[in-house]
């Protein structure tokens, strides 16, 4: 199944100076998967449209003249159930709902030397100072980019850990996993799969060396356990440039890039932007 969701809806009419509201799609028109990203489209004369699902705005572009697209992220632990979706006019309002389906997400377990997964305090307290380090990069704004839409993997190798994996490291369960792991060589070059500035580079006690870089229009993708980045923070990098090289480091048990995205702070399949956003 396609992991993103495109369709056009068209109201039945608009009504200058008033409110028009549209008959709501059936819930079946409109389904995601808990991680994917929702493409939709609308016919709406006149200014740009807002549009609001989970209490948040999401981006909108011109398709023509009348028409516009916009991209909505179901967070990975978004409740299963129906939502509103709104278009938000000068003039008039479009209402629609989102059915978002629970996903059937594996189990994954790893096991590591005690000290990446029982923690003293002084490693606790780092490793808290570096999540929210990490996670203030999620709302920094940056310059759009025209798409959301990732050219291709950032490596190539074998995904060892799919999203949404129910994670337990040596027995003890874990938050689920909010990327992809590719198991890659030790050095195999790592491309940006999509320009934008970079937020982030660090060296982190479970991500290892970890970048970040923004893409606008709330998009943030994260990269972990790298042997090492050939990149600095503020520079603007180009969709195919090299980042760095595929490593082991940080709570690893083996080389792998660890691929990770946020979208308006919810975390996505990063499948879910290869190709299928348009």
């Known amino acids: 199944m396609n992991s993103s969701v495109r369709a056009l809806y068209t109201p039945f009419a608009f009504i200058i100076g008033m409110i028009s509201f549209a008959n709501p799609l059936l819930a079946a028109d409109w389904q995601a998967t808990q991680g ?72 994954s377990n790893i096991t590591v030397e005690k000290k990446m997964a029982v923690f003293d305090k002084p490693t606790l307290a780092r490793i808290r100072k570096e999540v929210n380090s990490l996670k203030a990069t999620y709302t920094m704004p940056v310059e759009a980019t025209p798409t959301i839409s990732m050219s291709a993997l950032p ?19 874990r938050s689920p996993h909010s990327g992809l792991d590719i198991a890659a060589p030790a050095g195999s070059p790592i491309q940006v799969p999509l320009a934008g500035r970079v937020l982030l580079v660090s060296h982190m006690y479970l991500n290892g060396n970890t970048v970040v870089i923004g893409h606008g229009n709330g998009l943030v993708s994260v990269y972990s356990h790298m042997q090492s980045s050939n ?48």
């Open 36 to 107: 994917d990203v929702l493409t939709v489209e609308v016919e709406s004369p006149g200014t740009k449209p807002v549009l609001r699902c989970f209490g948040k705005a999401w981006p909108v572009q011109a398709i023509r003249e009348g028409y516009w697209r916009g991209w909505v992220g179901v967070d990975l632990k978004q409740k299963a159930g129906n939502y509103p979706l709104l278009w938000q006019g000068r003039e008039h309002k479009i209402r629609q709902q989102l059915a978002v389906i629970k996903g059937n997400f594996r189990v």
């Open 155 to 173: 490596v190539q190798g074998v995904i060892s850990t799919p999203f949404g994996a129910q994670r337990y490291v040596n027995g003890e369960p």
């Open 231 to 278: 990149i600095h923070q503020g520079d603007w990098v180009k969709t195919g440039s090299i980042l760095g090289k595929v490593g082991s480091t940080g709570r690893a048990t083996g080389p792998h890039l660890h691929w990770g995205i946020r979208f308006n702070n919810a975390r996505i399949n990063p499948d879910s932007l290869l190709h299928h956003v348009h």
